[in-house]
C-alpha cells in the first residue's frame, strides 16, 4: 500500500513538469500566430489608407469611372506622352525607391601636346556617378551647319584608341544616313550606351570620338568645336541614369521580409497595383513598392520610454506608447484621368515608406 502511494504521488508530481515543457512551444506559436495576424492587419490597413490618401489629395470622393477600352481611345500617342511614360522603366520600379537623374556633359579638346597624331574632337569628362550598369540611356548630340543645298549628311561617330608605337587607330561606332534641307542647321542625336559602358569599364583606352558628317560634296558639317557664331553647339552627351539612394545608418530601421520572425518594429515589402484595385484612370505606374510597418516597439523603447514599456507589456497591443509607424516617406509621380477626362501628371506625396521607427 504504501508502494502504490508512493508511485501515485511520483506520478502526481510528473504530470506539472511534462505539461510547463509542453506549454512553452504552444505559447511561441501563438505569439507568432499573432504577429502574422498583426501584420496583415498592417498590411489592409496601409491598402486602406493609400487608397484614401490619393482620392483625398487628388479631391476626388470617388475613383473617376474610366474603362480600360476608354483610356485606349483617350489616350494620345504624342511625344510628350511618350516621354512622360518612358519614365516608368520597369527596371526603375523594381529598385527600390530607385530615382532617375540625366546628366549632361560637354565636350571639350582633347590636350594637343597629349596626342598630336588624334583628332583634337571629342573628349567628354564624365561624372563619378555614371556608372556602366546604371546607365538607362545614353545619347550623344550632334549639331549639323547648314548646307547649300538640299543634301544627304552620312554622319559617323569614331572610338579613337591607341595604336602600337604610339599611332592612333580610328574604329567606327556608329554611322547614320540624314537628309537635310538647305538653309537650316539641325540638332541630331545617336545612340552611345554600349560606347560609354566600354569607355568607363576601360578609362584607359579612352582617347576620345572622331564626328564627321560628310555632305554629298565632302564638306564636313559637324559642329566640333566652339568657332565664332557657333558658341552653345558643340557636341554633348546625355546621358540618363539610375540613382538608388544610399541607406543613412542612423535612424534607417530594420527591414524585413513576409518570412522573418521578427517581432519588432520593422518595415515590410508591399507593392500597389492599382489594376487590382480596378482603378484604370491611373494610366502610370500601374505599380509601385509602398511597404508598410510592423512590429513591436517595447524593447526597442525600453531606455527612452520606461514608462511606455511598462504599459506596452500589461497591453502589447494598446495604443499606449511609442508605436511602430513610418519615420520617413517618400512621393512618387503619377499620370492619370481625372473626372473630365483630362490627363494630369502631378506628384503625391508620402506614398512611399522608406523607414520605420517607434514614436
Not at 550606351?193 to 569599364?201: D, E, G, N, T, V
Not at 558639317?221 to 568657332?227: D, P, R
Request: one cysteine or more.
Amino acid at each position: 500500500m504504501l508502494l502504490f502511494l508512493g508511485l501515485a504521488a511520483l506520478f502526481a508530481a510528473s504530470v506539472p513538469t511534462e505539461t510547463n515543457q509542453t506549454s512553452r512551444p504552444l505559447a511561441e506559436s501563438g505569439e507568432q500566430c499573432m504577429a502574422c495576424d498583426f501584420r496583415e492587419h498592417s498590411k489592409q490597413m496601409r491598402l486602406h489608407s493609400i487608397k484614401s490618401q490619393i482620392l483625398s489629395i487628388l479631391r476626388l470622393q470617388q475613383a473617376p469611372n474610366i474603362s480600360r477600352d476608354m483610356i485606349r481611345q483617350l489616350l494620345p500617342k504624342a511625344p510628350p506622352l511618350t516621354q512622360l511614360l518612358d519614365q516608368y522603366d520597369p527596371r526603375v520600379e523594381d529598385e527600390d525607391h530607385a530615382t532617375t537623374e540625366t546628366i549632361i556633359t560637354m565636350a571639350t579638346k582633347l590636350d594637343p601636346t597629349a596626342q598630336e597624331e588624334l583628332s583634337s574632337c571629342c573628349v567628354f569628362n564624365l561624372s563619378p556617378k555614371i556608372q556602366p550598369k546604371n546607365i538607362l540611356r545614353a545619347q550623344l548630340w550632334v549639331h549639323l551647319r547648314p548646307a547649300d543645298v538640299v543634301t544627304t549628311v552620312y554622319l559617323q561617330i569614331s572610338r579613337l584608341r591607341p595604336g602600337k608605337e604610339g599611332n592612333g587607330t580610328r574604329v567606327r561606332v556608329r554611322s547614320l544616313k540624314i537628309d537635310t534641307d538647305a538653309g537650316a542647321g539641325s540638332w541630331q542625336s545617336v545612340d552611345i550606351k554600349s560606347l560609354l559602358q566600354a569607355w568607363l569599364r576601360q578609362p584607359e583606352a579612352n582617347y576620345g570620338i572622331e564626328i564627321n558628317a560628310y555632305d554629298s560634296s565632302g564638306e564636313d558639317l559637324a559642329v566640333t568645336s566652339a568657332e565664332p557664331g557657333e558658341e552653345g553647339l558643340q557636341p554633348f552627351i546625355e546621358v540618363k541614369i539610375l540613382d538608388t539612394p544610399k541607406r543613412s545608418r542612423r535612424d534607417s530601421g530594420l527591414n524585413c521580409d513576409e518570412e522573418s520572425a521578427e517581432t519588432r518594429c520593422c518595415r515590410y515589402p508591399l507593392t500597389v497595383d492599382f489594376e487590382e484595385f480596378g482603378w484604370d484612370w491611373i494610366i502610370a505606374p500601374k505599380r509601385y513598392r509602398a511597404n508598410y510597418c510592423s512590429g513591436e516597439c517595447e524593447y526597442m523603447h525600453l531606455q527612452q520610454y520606461p514608462h511606455a514599456h511598462l504599459v506596452n507589456k500589461a497591453n502589447p497591443r494598446g495604443t499606449a506608447g511609442p508605436c511602430c509607424t513610418p519615420t520617413k516617406m517618400s512621393p512618387i509621380n503619377m499620370l492619370y484621368f481625372n473626372r473630365k477626362e483630362q490627363i494630369i501628371y502631378g506628384k503625391i506625396p508620402s506614398m512611399v515608406v522608406d523607414h520605420c521607427g517607434c514614436s
